[in-house]
């Protein structure tokens, strides 16, 4: 399976509390959530539907998951959605030491050797593994090269506070670019995949 990820950001690289303002997104005193709610057009939100329909299966990081599962997983409203049936029928695996009684259905908590569990799922025949949102949980498979392909979904407001997708130290990382457009609302879709190590201009 190819391991593709898909991120809504916004300008100054935010991805916390894109899509409402609850109790697990003010963490940190943020105070912001909601940024990407009627944020895009249409032809986005289809683009986005289609992206989970077409999954193979879903891996998640603790905190993204428990979101999803007491959202898509649970309200019947969103479980009919076509994202929440891509959700509830493929399989799903959570990278967590401490998550030990999973609520949804067909959920698979990953311990022990993440990098070895990560890349013996990549080996099995099939589409995407896909992962959404998980910020810590993106980076370390960036950083461990195990993102075959990254889709940012760049919403066009500066937040100024905020988890950020990338910190302000870290790897550095080239990448290609795959695929770009931007819709109606200015919101961009970009699909990277990575390329090693940029190169860097010499004296």
Do not use: C
Not at 89 to 98: F, L, Q, R
Not at 149 to 161: A, H, N, S, Y
């Amino acid at each position: 399976m190819k391991l593709t990820t898909m991120t809504q950001v916004t300008l100054d690289g935010v991805m916390q509390g894109n899509g409402a303002a609850s109790d697990e997104d003010r963490r940190n005193g943020f105070e912001r959530g909601g940024w990407a709610r009627g944020a895009g057009d249409d032809e986005t939100r289809t683009f986005i539907t289609q992206t989970y329909q077409r999954a193979e299966a879903f891996l998640f990081g603790r905190r993204t998951y428990e979101l999803f599962a007491g959202s898509w997983g649970s309200i019947d409203q969103m479980r009919a959605h076509p994202i929440g049936v891509a959700l509830t029928e493929a399989p799903k695996y959570v990278a967590s030491t401490t998550l030990t009684a999973p609520r949804w259905e067909d959920t698979t908590v990953l311990r022990g050797d993440l990098a070895a569990a990560v890349s013996e799922l990549k080996a099995k025949p099939g589409g995407e593994l896909q992962v959404h949102g998980s910020g810590a949980l993106t980076r370390w498979l960036l950083e461990n090269d195990l993102v075959d392909e990254m889709t940012l979904i760049v919403i066009p407001v500066i937040l100024g506070q905020g988890a950020r997708l990338f910190p302000a130290t870290g790897p550095d990382l080239a990448l290609d670019l795959v695929q770009s457009r931007v819709d109606s609302k200015g919101v961009t879709i970009q699909v990277y995949r990575p390329a090693g190590r940029p190169r860097y201009a010499t004296a």
